[in-house]
């Protein structure tokens, strides 16, 4: 059986299947069977919750958590970046089957109910080596992919901004197989898994969804006392279904070749449409009470030309003291080339004029260039303070360098930008788990 069969056959499926699980799991279909030894299970309900408030950006920066949520500008409050709500209700029918649906409550361009629920997968254990799972699941390529929503689960306010908010795919609808073994003194966990996601992304005023078909990947997770590393591998198609490109595209494949020689390469270059990714992760945690140490490199290889390969990484030092922990990190993403030039049309030349429509367009297929590079890092200083065993307290201050035509990560009012900024960001929340 072919792998484009298995994820077409996923593909087909998906919502049905996701349906199916979510129901089985409210309903409590343990229960149903529990006269069947075949499903004497159990079923077991968690949750989450963060109440965050934000005070960031200026008038031309928005501060933003990741590519999915709008700005917050001219140093205003917002609660909408990080605050959530996650439920979880996970049934075990047996040893070997069970079910998880995972509902995440938080601000999104899109609000429909499939898109707040972020796993909706049945499991089968067939021993202590392989599972395997079907239906919808975090991408876990990272350290933090099974608990980036959890705040109570990490030391800071959130992830790291570099590092994870160009992450913006949040699930995916497919298969994944996974071999686990102790070795000595250690423990191993290899993953496969392949399948498709849709996500919402927002730049300048559009807000158009992005569709990646298929995502397939490998990662593989190591434990020895007090460390743990993570190696990660994942090749995606996008689809990023705008309008806003389209119009740019067909712009430009009216132009002559003999007017703009560029313009019918433009035309092709503009759209992200069959573009594949690659992404490369590795990340070490060191956790040795009192000190914490926690860090993860990048590295995107694009073949869309209008966004060039990206590294970004992060190193992060917690120190524990009683009920408070004390947190210092450093994050940092950069482009590797800066913006595409867009060579002007020259036969004739074209004036600088606004009012010259051959004039805009050249200015809009840079603006486009220059807006999807990413040059900044970050410091961030904190603390934690665990109020209980399930409640947590945290406030970070986070100091913003902005390299100029760097600012992919951040909302943006006036474009491009062309000069070097500083931005603050303040943030306080509350952290639970139930």
Not at 149 to 161: D, E, H, K, Q, T
Not at 184 to 208: C, V, W
Not at 326 to 336: C, G, K, T, W
Request: charged letters at 20%; glycine letters at 6%; aromatic letters at 14%.
């Amino acid at each position: 059986m072919s792998s484009e069969y298995l994820l077409a056959l996923c593909s087909r499926s998906r919502k049905l299947a996701m349906w199916i699980l979510l129901a089985g799991a409210l309903l409590g279909t343990p229960q149903l069977y529990a006269d069947d030894d075949l499903f004497s299970g159990s079923m077991s309900f968690s949750g989450f919750a963060t109440i965050g408030l934000v005070q960031g950006g200026d008038s031309d920066l928005g501060f933003t958590r990741d590519l999915t949520r709008s700005g917050v500008f001219d140093n205003d409050n917002s609660i909408k970046q990080d605050s959530v709500l996650g439920v979880q209700v996970d049934s075990r029918f047996n040893t070997d089957w069970s079910a998880t649906a995972q509902m995440v409550l938080r601000d999104r361009f899109d609000d429909s109910l499939e898109e707040h629920l972020e796993w909706a997968y049945l499991r089968y254990r067939a021993d202590d080596e392989w599972s395997f799972r079907v239906g919808r699941t975090v991408v876990d390529l990272f350290t933090l992919s099974d608990y980036r929503n959890i705040g109570f689960a990490y030391l800071w306010a959130r992830p790291p901004v570099e590092f994870y908010g160009a992450v913006i795919f949040d699930y995916v609808d497919g298969v994944d197989v996974t071999y686990s073994t102790l070795l000595p003194n250690s423990y191993l966990r290899i993953k496969i898994f392949a399948g498709e996601s849709t996500n919402y992304l927002s730049r300048g005023t559009d807000t158009d969804e992005l569709e990646i078909n298929p995502i397939v990947g490998v990662n593989a997770t190591w434990d020895y006392g007090k460390w743990s590393s993570r190696v990660g591998f994942a090749r995606t198609t996008a689809d990023f279904q705008s309008e806003s490109l389209q119009q740019l595209s067909d712009a430009l494949g009216l132009v002559p070749a003999q007017i703009w020689r560029q313009a019918p390469e433009l035309s092709e270059d503009v759209l992200l449409v069959d573009r594949d990714f690659n992404y490369f992760n590795l990340g070490v945690t060191y956790d040795s009470h009192p000190w914490i140490v926690q860090g993860e490199l990048s590295y995107i290889d694009s073949s869309f030309k209008f966004y060039p390969d990206t590294t970004s990484g992060y190193i992060s030092l917690g120190y524990r003291h009683k009920s408070m922990t004390y947190f210092s990190m450093f994050s940092a993403a950069e482009s590797s080339d800066g913006p595409r030039q867009i060579t002007a049309p020259s036969n004739p030349p074209i004036p600088a004029d606004p009012a010259n429509p051959l004039y805009q367009l050249y200015l809009g297929t840079q603006q486009l260039a220059d807006d999807n590079v990413t040059r900044q890092s970050t410091v961030s200083i904190g603390a934690r303070w665990d109020l209980s065993a399930n409640i947590a307290l945290k406030m970070q201050y986070d100091r913003h360098q902005l390299d100029a035509y760097g600012s992919y990560l951040w909302a943006t009012q006036q474009q491009p930008l062309d000069e070097d900024r500083s931005l603050d960001t303040l943030s306080v929340n509350v952290n639970l788990v139930f």
